[in-house]
């Protein structure tokens, strides 16, 4: 059996009346993105720390000092960041909401007239277009979700703010820690890792390259080319911070 044959048979399973039900009644909605996009943000920083501290010519000890500290300041703010964004996004929905049940107790034949322009628009008509406006509106609660993901384009599932703030937090403190690595095992090992920012830069540009490669899923890149152009961005950060550190450390 080729390959072809057997993602063909995993495609027709996964396509079976009960393997739809089980997927469309289980759509949550993913924090995934959330996580890249904490992880990115605190590998980059954290890293322009470290970078900009050895061109200073400062301490181990300094540098993971400045560099925890970035962390668990900008991962804050990184996260209540994401999470007031997304409850701004909840709050524009929930008022969406309320205006759309104001707009079909008040004029529900105006109303009625968009749900039949908006699947129009998708290709029905004539009796069977009158019978999906009749289906949609005879449900107020089922009416309104339409409208405002077809209408007004509100997701369907919309992401919870907590849980986006805290996968945020998380991926870049944990994600971020890592350009600090190999100066804490400095200290265990001072012989291994003598050169740590070597180290440090070898791991980090490792995690921008798989950061990169895993955001490429999200915006419709080739992983090689995601993973490549993050891996550029972050040494560009990195760079600049060390070439500022090391002029500032020569003049202090």
Request: contains cysteine; hydrophobic residues 45%.
């Amino acid at each position: 059996m080729d390959d072809r044959s057997v993602g063909d048979g995993a495609l027709r399973a996964d396509h079976t009346p009960e393997a739809i039900r089980r997927r469309l009644g289980s759509q949550r909605h993913s924090y995934l993105r959330d996580f890249v996009y904490g992880a990115v943000d605190g590998t980059v920083t954290t890293f322009a720390v470290a970078a900009g501290s050895v061109g200073a010519g400062l301490r181990s000890s300094v540098v993971i000092i400045l560099g925890v500290a970035n962390l668990v300041a900008d991962g804050f703010s990184m996260g209540a960041g994401n999470f007031l964004a997304t409850r701004s996004d909840s709050q524009r929905r929930e008022r969406a909401r309320r205006d759309e049940e104001q707009h079909i107790r008040t004029f529900p034949e105006g109303e009625r007239e968009e749900i039949r322009q908006i699947y129009a628009v998708k290709g029905f008509s004539g009796d069977e277009l009158e019978r999906v406006v009749e289906v949609i509106t005879a449900d107020r609660a089922r009416w309104i979700e339409t409208m405002l993901s077809e209408e007004l384009g509100f997701p369907t599932n919309p992401p919870n703010p907590l849980r986006a703030a805290a996968s945020t937090f998380v991926a870049f403190v944990c994600v971020g820690f890592v350009p600090l690595v190999a100066f804490v095992m400095r200290s265990s090992f001072p012989e291994f890792f003598a050169a740590a920012f070597t180290w440090s830069a070898v791991l980090t540009g490792l995690t921008f390259f798989g950061i990169g490669a895993l955001k490429g899923r999200f915006v419709d890149q080739p992983w090689w080319r995601s993973g490549s152009e993050t891996l550029a961005v972050g040494g560009v950060a990195a760079f600049l911070a060390f070439v500022v550190g090391a002029a500032i450390g020569s003049i202090v």
